[in-house]
């Protein structure tokens, strides 16, 4: 007899067991809905009311089949669910090949995500995908609403649209505030032309711990807003907007594209973001960044962006209005305030109004607005000026018309040395067209000598450009665009035989030697652009070389040794920086350029470069022959570039290889 044991799971129903059909037939029950019994939901309003009733298990998708859902119950409310985590999410996104829109008009939102938690909006129609193929459009007032604690939620490649505010954090009852949500890859815009607020956060509580924080606003186009592209409007706390574009394609009354307003927010961080095409009607006022207050003892860091402005109609124009009393580090921005306009509207690159801590280095800030009857300057500064930390910057102004230079507080400069001399700032800065690649791209035009590269000071943390490139750790270039690459440290791990050092008896050589390699341009002319020193050991026939100043590409490798035959790699390597490239010049003829290398062994095959080029000269001859006579004469011995077999002596043994190698014509044999 053997023991089991058995476990019976019982289907219940109203906390009774469940005694119907486990299963029906269409054809015994016509009146059933298409889709009945295909896992299909009739909308997306039941489909996410069955996940609040039953909960979840695990994690859940919602694939959206239709071209549009128009009749949703609204605002569409994302509240907890029994099992939600960090596993047992939700997520709504378009199925394969699907293109879709959920529209409708509602007073609060289309969804309205009030304490839900682990809930994603993924817009793309492929697995992994980053194409925006669903759009969320309300064309009364909010598209997203975060609401009371509303946590963990991601929105991305999606166009939200709204003629009011597209995306509130907002929170009325709730005790630890929206945190570690992402907004990211969408656009947002208006539901027709314009909306008011792209995103506008307004958190509540007095501690950290109730603020909105962790929130990430990343590579999103945010356009066409009428009041602000972004509005912290307070109790925030380390928000993080990266990588996005702001831009309008219609003229708006006003410009904002980022504005912090209040001291309950705790620092914030502006990176990578792009600022251009601000187009407002005539006098319309445009700030590129105004910063109107932070909580005491917070920083924000405003650093590798591109700010443009340049109009054409009567407009106030301020690249970054600072009105904040606390500390703004300012870092490697590309300011540049332009166009040609009529009336008395004032224009500054940067606006320092109160006795704000601000770190201004590495930026190029540069005005060239004509026209206006009202004063243009690089920096116009209200606070105290021991406050203001300037240098390494390149601040240009065109000296046009009403181009002042810098207000210091107390008098107008007409340029930098006065600037300098006035108020001790900005000692290692220059003034200098930096030579953009055109009007509407601040990047650098790398083919020509620009004033700024390698002029700006490293500044810890801030290791990369606006285009996530690395900056040089040393002498990185000033603005947002390090045009100059540092490239990563890399390896060559090579293998090579010199001819006369090789002992086919012993399988080695008869010691270790320093060889000097070269990266070389696949490209004529072919030139340098990097060089490293290595020892070839002399029983593994390698030697390891640092790569320090090539950037990935194709190169030709090309050797130096004090006695051989200078030659190049059969044709161009492939190297990635910062990466390990291998090479081996033993392992057949083809690996040297024209196959100029000979055969020293054939169990196993190896092939060496030749010997006997005492002089360096690129071919064997006579003046090598007689260099190595000469020293074998006088006795020499030592570490001589005329010991061609590597035995610390001169003698007739290493005249043999340059006799036989000058018999048979042996020279360099480059592409």
């Known amino acids: 007899m053997i023991e089991t044991e058995e476990e019976i799971f019982v289907q219940m129903e109203n906390g009774k067991a469940y005694e119907g059909p486990l299963g029906i037939k269409r054809i015994d029950n016509p009146e059933l809905d298409a889709q009945a019994m295909s896992g299909v939901y009739a909308n997306i309003t039941e489909a996410v009311n069955d996940l609040k009733t039953w909960g979840a298990s695990g994690p859940v998708r919602f694939l959206l089949n239709d071209n549009a859902y128009t009749s949703e119950t609204l605002p569409i409310s994302i509240t907890p669910w029994t099992g939600a985590s960090t596993v047992n999410t939700l997520t709504i996104k378009p199925n394969a090949g699907v293109t879709t829109e959920i529209s409708g008009s509602n007073a609060t939102a289309l969804f309205d995500i009030n304490n839900g938690d682990y809930f994603t909006i993924d817009g793309s ?47 009325t009852t709730g005790t630890t505030g929206n945190d570690n949500n992402i907004i990211h890859n969408n656009d947002i815009t208006g539901s027709t032309l314009t909306c008011g607020y792209g995103i506008y956060n307004s958190g509540s509580g007095s501690s950290s711990a109730h603020k909105n924080s962790g929130i990430q606003i990343t590579g999103n186009r945010i356009y066409n807003f009428s009041v602000r592209g972004i509005q912290d409007n307070g109790n925030s706390a380390g928000v993080i907007y990266r990588g996005n574009e702001f831009f309008q394609t219609i003229p708006q009354s006003s410009c904002i594209p980022l504005h912090i307003v209040s001291n309950t927010i705790e620092g914030f961080k502006f990176d990578k973001n792009n600022i251009h095409d601000m187009m407002v009607s005539a006098f319309g006022t445009v700030y590129g960044i105004w910063i109107q207050n932070l909580a005491g003892a917070s920083t924000g860091e405003i650093t590798n962006n591109f700010i443009s402005l340049n109009s054409s109609v009567q407009s106030t124009g301020i690249g970054i209005y600072d009105q904040s009393s606390v500390k703004l580090n300012i870092y490697h921005n590309t300011i540049a305030v332009g166009g040609n306009v009529t009336g008395n509207q004032e224009s500054v690159g940067y606006y320092r109004v109160l006795n704000s801590t601000a770190d201004l280095k590495n930026n190029i800030i540069k005005n060239t607005r004509t026209g206006s009857t009202a004063s243009n300057y690089v920096i116009r500064n209200h606070g105290n000026l021991s406050l203001l930390n300037s240098d390494h910057n390149d601040l240009l102004n065109s000296g046009i018309g009403n181009n002042v230079f810098a207000f210091d507080g107390t008098t107008f400069r007409n340029n930098l040395n006065e600037w300098k001399s006035a108020t001790g700032k900005d000692s290692n800065s220059i003034s200098a067209d930096p030579l953009f690649v055109s009007g509407s791209d601040m990047h650098i035009d790398s083919l020509q000598n620009s004033p700024v590269s390698n002029t700006g000071k490293f500044i810890a943390g801030v290791t990369q450009d606006i285009d996530g490139n690395i900056r040089d750790t040393l002498t990185p270039d000033i603005g947002a665009d390090e045009f100059n690459i540092p490239s990563a440290s890399g390896t060559l791990n090579l293998t090579l035989i010199m001819e006369g050092f090789y002992n086919a008896s012993a399988n080695s050589m008869s010691m270790n030697d320093t060889v000097t390699v070269y990266l070389r341009n696949a490209l004529s002319p072919y030139a340098v652009v990097d060089s490293a020193k290595g020892i070839i050991d002399a029983n593994t026939f390698t030697g390891s070389f640092t790569i320090t100043n090539a950037s990935s590409g194709n190169y030709f490798i090309q050797t130096g040794h004090r006695n051989t035959i200078e030659t190049w790699s059969g044709s161009a390597v492939n190297y990635t920086s910062g990466g390990t490239m291998n090479y081996d010049f033993t392992s057949a003829a083809a690996q040297a350029f024209g196959n100029n290398i000979t055969q020293m062994d054939s169990s196993p095959l190896r092939f060496g470069v030749y010997s006997g080029d005492v002089n360096q000269d690129g071919v064997v001859d006579l003046a090598d022959g007689s260099l190595i006579d000469n020293d074998a004469f006088n006795f020499a011995s030592g570490y001589l570039p005329t010991d061609v077999n590597g035995d610390d002596v001169t003698d007739l043994a290493d005249a043999v290889y340059a006799d036989n190698n000058g018999f048979n014509f042996v020279s360099k044999v480059i592409p």
Do not use: C, P, Q, W
């Open 125 to 171: 129609n492929s697995e992994g995908g980053a194409t925006k193929d669903l759009t969320i459009k309300n064309t009364s007032n909010i598209a997203l609403r975060f609401m009371n604690d509303a946590t963990n939620i991601i929105v991305k490649n999606t166009i939200l649209k709204s003629n009011n505010i597209v995306v509130l954090f907002f929170t």
